[in-house]
């Protein structure tokens, strides 16, 4: 691929580099390592593969949204997305962003690697307190539903309209049967790995809604019969976000006892229906493409994350490592060394910059 950078920018040859700008190559920036900071960089490339999210920055949409006091890390996070899809370099630092996340977590600022699921999260909640409006929501009856514990007030934002689901528990007393239902939003979901060697990612989601006993040390009181009992609970999607976000749950940490499962697990690149697992009356969308992944390499504490990432405008997919990226089949994106999933329930358009001009 032939790029440029901006030290090859002089006066007599702007005229070549300025045919260069081709909007091919937008949005494909390598990211300098800081010093293992590559669980920051592979997530940072698969956000930046999002168009929806890209052109809520790019057009300056999330200004009007901007939390004034609490606002530094989305302003940081817009011109890292401005210099990866508009800038003129191969590579870009994300050092400034990397300051002011930091400054909230301070283990951002270790140079020591970290958890890309953990980052992803205090990113996606970053972004969402900054940017986020509330609105009253009118009550949806007095029945005994799994909608009655919503609250009054909401509040959303680009991140809870592209990411946030809601997953409804059923749970029943065995004793008296009385059942009762328990709401969680999610952005990511921490899927199991039920096999050691290989599994479908359709068997992790098996796994995760299939039904559960809560018995011993788990049990519930029971509102009905005052006492605690043994309970079955089932987790169902009650509400399936637009951009659903795997976490394999690779890393099988018990007290001392650390362990990494390199199981192969098949994930596919279109056509994931979470339909199964999703409420009958919310099965709008239900049919997924995968879009991007964040792999990791090694073990717990070391390792190396890199990023493959569908590109909105050619369509193709890059392997992100780092300042490195290259071109990659769909034949090689299955790997054992996935940990991140990332699918969509629609196709994404070019980012477009600004719409009033
Ligand atoms: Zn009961």
């Known amino acids: 691929m032939k790029r440029w950078s901006k030290d090859a920018l002089s006066s007599e040859n702007l005229n070549e ?19 293992n900071t590559c669980y920051m960089n592979a997530v940072i490339q698969c ?54 996340i930091g400054e909230q977590y ?17 990113v996606l909640n970053e972004l969402h307190e ?3 409006k509330s609105s009253k929501r009118r009550n949806q009856g007095t029945t005994s539903t799994a909608w009655e514990s919503r609250p009054s007030v909401t509040e959303s934002s680009i991140i809870t309209r592209l990411f946030e689901g809601h997953l409804s528990y059923y749970v029943m007393c065995l004793e008296c049967q009385t059942t009762t239902y328990k709401n969680e939003i999610f952005t990511v979901l921490s899927l199991p790995i039920p096999y050691e060697t290989e599994c479908s990612l359709e068997e992790c989601l098996e796994c995760f809604f299939q039904q559960d006993m809560l018995t011993w040390n788990n049990q519930i009181t029971c509102s009905s019969c005052g006492t605690k009992q043994d309970a079955a609970v089932k987790a169902s999607i009650a509400k399936a976000p637009k951009t659903v976000i795997f976490h394999l749950k690779r890393f099988d940490c018990q007290g001392s006892y650390k362990k990494k499962l390199t199981t ?34 090694g ?27 290259s071109e990659i089949a769909e034949s090689a994106l299955q790997t054992p060394d996935a940990y991140l999933l990332f699918y969509s329930n629609q196709s994404f358009s070019v980012p477009v910059k600004n719409q009033s001009c």
């Open 17 to 35: 580099t300025h045919e260069e700008t081709n909007p091919q190559y937008q949005g494909l920036t390598g990211l300098r390592n800081l010093g």
């Open 47 to 100: 956000l930046c593969s999002i168009s929806p999210l890209v052109e809520y920055f790019l057009s300056g949409k999330y200004i009007t949204s901007l939390d004034k006091d609490n606002g530094e890390i989305a302003t940081a996070f817009a011109y890292l997305m401005n210099e990866m899809w508009l800038g003129d370099f191969d590579c870009v630092s994300p050092e400034v962003f990397r300051l002011v």
């Open 106 to 122: 301070p283990t951002f600022l270790k140079k020591t690697q970290q958890d890309a699921q953990e980052f992803l999260i205090h």
């Open 130 to 132: 900054a940017l986020k």
């Open 264 to 297: 192969d697990i098949y994930y596919p690149l279109n056509n994931l229906d979470l339909s199964p697992y999703i409420y009958p009356l919310f099965r709008k969308n239900p049919k997924y493409s995968l879009f991007a992944v964040v792999n990791h390499f």
């Open 299 to 325: 073990d717990l504490d070391g390792g190396h994350y890199t990023a493959f990432c569908k590109h909105t405008i050619s369509q193709n997919w890059y392997n992100f490592d780092d300042s490195r990226i």
